[in-house]
DNA sequence: TCGCTTATATATCTGTTAGGAATATCTAGC
DNA sequence: GCTAGATATTCCTAACAGATATATAAGCGA
C-alpha cells in the first residue's frame, strides 16, 4: 500500500506539471508549495516506488547515470483526479506558538511581548515576500491553465500573513497596556 | 536531532493550572487548547510516565479505583519554563485544501469552488464560536492570571477566521469571473 | 436491593508517518 | 587530478494517531 495518500496526491500533483526526479520534486515542493505543504525525502522515494508498482508512474533514465525521472501515466492522471476530489482532510493542529501564549502566565509577560513582536516581524517580512511573488506571477505573459490556482494559494498566504500582522499588533497594544506582570 | 517532544510542553503546561488525571489532561487539551493544538491517549500515557521517572511530576491515587491523578512537582515547572523558553518551533505546514485548489487544473474549476464556499462556510461558523467564546470570556468577573494569554488565543482564532472568509471571497469572486473552465 | 446494560474512564498497543542524518555519486571549477 | 558543492538515494529512529482492551461507575428495570 502505499504511504499516506497526502504525499501521493502531493508527487502526482508535481508530476502533473512536468517528468521530474525525486530530487526535483522534492526541491519544486519546497519551493512552490512550501508556504502551504512539505514533503521530506523519506516519503518521496517510497512513496514513487509504490506508485510506480500500481502502474501510476513510468521511471525513466534520468540526467546521470543512477538517477530516474519520473513520468505521469494516464492511470496516474486518473488516480490524481480521484485523490484531488477526496474530502480535504485537515492536519491536526500544532501551533507552538500560541501554545507558549497560552501558558504566558509561567513564561512570563515580557518573553510573551517578545514572541509576539518576532511572530509580527516573520508575519510582515513573509506578506512582503508573497507580495512580491504575486507581483511577478500577475506580470507574467501568456497564463497557463495553473495560473489561477496558484494565484489562489499566494493570495492565501497573503491573507494570513496579514491577519498575523493585525492579531499580534492588536495582542500587543493590550498585553503592553495590561498593569499585571 | 530533535523532533522535540512537544507534547511534555502541553502536559506539564496542563498540569500547571491544576493536577488531572491523563484523561481529563486529554479532554481539557482538546476542549480548551483545541483550536491551535491535539494531544492523543497514545502521546500523552507515556510522556507521563517518563515525567514521573524524571521526578516531574507526581502521581497518586486518583477519583477512581485504577486512576491516577498527575501533580506538576517544582522540578516539573522548572522543566515547564525550560520548555516554554526554547525557540517556537512550527510544524511543517500541510494544508490539504491549498493543495488541491493548487492542482485546480486537474480537479476542475467546479469542485474548486465548491471547495472556496465550504472553507468560507467553515471559517464562518468557527468565527462565531469564537466570538462567542470571547464574549463569555470577557464577562467573566475576577480575571485569573492566565485570562489575558486566553485571550490572545481566541483572538488568534478570531483574525485566522476572518482572513480565512476574506479570503475564499476574493478567490470566489475572481474565479467566478473567469471565463476559462 | 439485586443483577443487567450502558456509558465513561483508563491504559496499552501497533502500524504508520515523518524528518533528516548518512551515504553515494556526479559535475565543474581550479 | 582534486576539491567543493550540487544531485540523488537510502535508511533509521522517534513521534504519532487511533483502535482496542479492560475496568469502573451509573442507570434502570424487576
Redesign the interface.
Known sequence: MARSS?TE??VL?GL?IEPMTAYALREAIRDV??????ESFGQIYPTLNALEEAGHVRREGGPRARSSVYALTPSG?AR??DL??EP????????????????????GRD??LE?LRDARDRARAQLGEYEGMLAQLTATEGHT??W??????L??GI??C???V??AD??LT??EG?P?P
Open positions: 497526502q496526491m502531493a500533483g502533473s508549495l512550501g508556504h502551504f505543504w512539505s492522471l490524481l483526479r484531488l476530489a480535504v482532510q485537515e492536519a491536526q493542529p500544532r501551533n507552538g506558538l500560541l501554545l507558549r501564549l497560552f501558558f504566558g502566565r509561567v513564561l518573553r510573551c514572541l491553465p495553473d489561477p490556482y496558484m494565484r489562489l494559494t493570495l492565501a491573507h494570513q496579514r491577519a498575523g493585525a492579531w492588536e495582542c493590550t498585553l495590561d499585571t
